[in-house]
């Protein structure tokens, strides 16, 4: 039996939320937009291990689109397959809602560049000057998409 668990986000989830989305960005997410995102009906959950959050997803459903806005693991768990099944969760919720499953990620974020082509995504395009940078520039997005 796993010692994980999907459920949804609740505005109690957000303390948690914030400390895993500090340690993971170096541009995090704020209360606001967390609590905005509950306000606004997108699909929110939280994946706890052992009891204890340690990963959220956000999926925005608009007409016949899904967007994948953020899917985020505590740094310390990687590797264990908690992302994997994260996203899986995430496609599924869209695949029954949607025709296709948009998302942004970095050209420098290779272990999920790779997490999203095995799940079936492909790269449709670029966004430039898309995310900040720690250098004070900006950093493109690759844009990728999943048919359903």
């Not at 740094?75 to 695949?95: C, K, S, T, V, W």
Request: hydrophobic share 40%; glycine share 10%; no cysteine.
């Amino acid at each position: 039996m796993a010692d994980w668990q999907i459920r949804s986000m609740t505005s109690g989830d957000i303390p948690a939320v914030l400390a895993i989305e500090a340690q993971a960005h170096d541009f995090p997410w704020s209360h606001g937009n967390f609590e905005d995102g509950l306000v606004s009906g997108y699909y929110m959950v939280v994946l706890e291990k052992a009891g204890t959050v340690s990963g959220y997803g956000v999926v925005q459903i608009i007409l016949d689109e899904g967007h994948l806005l953020n899917i985020t693991i505590t740094p310390q768990l990687h590797g264990q397959g908690l992302g994997r099944e994260l996203l899986l969760h995430l496609m599924d919720y869209a695949r029954h809602r949607t025709d296709t499953l948009f998302l942004e990620v970095r050209p420098s974020n290779n272990r999920a560049i790779a997490l999203y082509q095995t799940a079936g995504f492909n790269e449709i395009g670029l966004r430039r000057n898309y995310y900040p940078s720690r250098n004070g520039g900006r950093e493109d997005a690759l844009l990728m998409a999943l048919a359903f």
